[in-house]
């Protein structure tokens, strides 16, 4: 089956793909909406720009989708991005990184069924912590790029997810409830590389900015 | 032990659907075993240490069990005897193969249902849920024990003499306690 996978850079939707792919089923295409909006409900926006260097490396063909990021704009966006992919690379399902979100899983859900595709969520209500020791387990290097949550601040912008990054978030997590995946918008991430990638992705530029209080992000450029 | 059925057509969709019932099980500690609905053999029916058996739901674009419902007859052996929990597209088979009929009823999100009475230790009381299916069941041999407000569709069912339950809603999303115990409580 030609699967379209709804691609942010994250480690959520690249280690989607890397599942679906494991699974035996053709990654043809990646979806990324651009979303305007840095608080957008449905869509990742630290270093987004950056998916067109992680298509590159997997071989994978890019639909990029442009948004205001306005919740009705979004969804519209969304629909038409999907439909493109079906009718340019025949996709017969999509894939998405959801994992705990039923207001982005039902979204999407919606959108699947209003253009008669399968929907796969192959991270659904996985185990935080499993989740995470898997991502290291199969090679995945996820630097952070987006902080949206206290304790947590301008510190941990590009820390990588390893062990040690797990035992002080579980820390955290223990007084203060902080998600581990970063799925309630505590934290974005961007894969540097991982088994779907021919190499390596390396940052030669990055910029910091703090967008309000215990907000701060970190756009980065690939060379 | 309980055995866990796997209705996906979609390989892929064991992920979504079965494993986080499997990973319920292995927080409480129970012992499973998962089994594709079409392999299932007498073997692991009359397996001596099997309790209960739990029947998963699938995708929406998934209705191939609906057409294969011969291999779901064990539901209905008088020999079997062991509480059976089916959910959503488990929830339709069961109510099937005890003659019931199909209503076409797409629904996907998080709705509030009411459960009238006592159900799987949820307490009469508006509960959050997770829907995502096409069709609802109706058959007279099942009590309902909860429905969508307003609408008169069956999310929450018993068989009127046998231990036989059906959510058509997802509990392994938000109700996770629902699945707890039905695996642990004796009943």
Redesign the interface.
């Known amino acids: 089956?030609k699967l379209g996978i709804l691609f942010s850079g994250g480690k959520d939707s690249t280690y989607s793909a890397w599942?679906?792919k494991e699974?035996?089923?053709e990654l043809s295409c990646l979806i990324s909406i651009f979303s305007e909006n840095p608080e957008s409900y449905m869509f990742h926006t630290p270093s987004i720009k950056q998916v067109k260097k992680q298509a590159q490396t997997m071989e994978i063909p890019l639909i990029i989708q442009k948004t205001k990021g306005n919740k009705e704009d979004e969804l519209r966006d969304l629909e038409k991005a999907i439909e493109k992919a079906k009718q340019k690379y025949k996709i017969q399902?999509i894939v998405t990184g959801a994992i705990q979100s039923?207001y982005q899983a039902?979204r999407i859900?919606?959108i699947?069924?209003k253009l008669?595709?399968?929907?796969?969520?192959?991270?659904?209500?996985?185990?935080e912590e499993e989740y995470l020791t898997e991502l290291i387990k199969n090679k995945f290097k996820t630097i952070l790029t987006g902080i949206f949550a206290y304790p947590l601040n301008e510190s941990w912008l590009g820390k990588e997810i390893n062990q040690q990054f797990i035992n002080e978030l579980k820390k955290i997590n223990q007084k203060y409830k902080i998600n581990l995946t970063g799925e309630g918008g505590e934290f974005e991430t961007f894969v540097l590389n991982c088994p779907l990638f021919k190499k390596e992705l390396k940052i030669f530029n990055k910029k910091i900015s703090s967008t309000g209080e215990n907000s701060w992000r970190m756009e980065v450029e690939i060379e | 032990m309980i055995l866990i059925i796997n209705i996906c057509k979609e390989k892929f969709h064991y992920l979504e659907f079965v494993k986080p019932i499997e990973d319920i099980l292995k927080k409480e500690k129970i012992e499973y075993q998962t089994i594709y609905y079409k392999k299932i053999t007498d073997k692991e029916l009359l397996n001596k240490k099997l309790n209960k058996i739990i029947i998963c739901g699938t995708s929406l674009k998934d209705n191939e069990y609906l057409e294969n419902l011969d291999y779901f007859k064990w539901v209905n052996f008088p020999k079997l005897n062991k509480p059976i929990l089916g959910i959503c597209g488990g929830m339709q088979i069961i109510s099937l193969i005890f003659g019931g009929i199909l209503a076409e009823n797409k629904k996907i999100g998080q709705i509030k249902i009411k459960f009238e009475k006592e159900f799987l230790n949820f307490k009469p009381s508006l509960k959050e849920v997770y829907l995502l299916h096409n069709y609802a069941v109706i058959n007279k041999d099942f009590e309902v024990f909860a429905d969508s407000q307003n609408l008169e569709i069956p999310q929450a069912i018993k068989h009127k003499t046998k231990p036989i339950y059906g959510v058509l809603f997802h509990p392994e999303v938000r109700n996770k306690e629902l699945i707890s115990y039905f695996c642990k409580e004796y009943f």
């Open positions: 089956m599942l679906a699974y035996g089923y399902g039923v039902s859900q919606k699947c069924d008669n595709l399968e929907c796969f969520n192959p991270l659904w209500q996985k185990n």
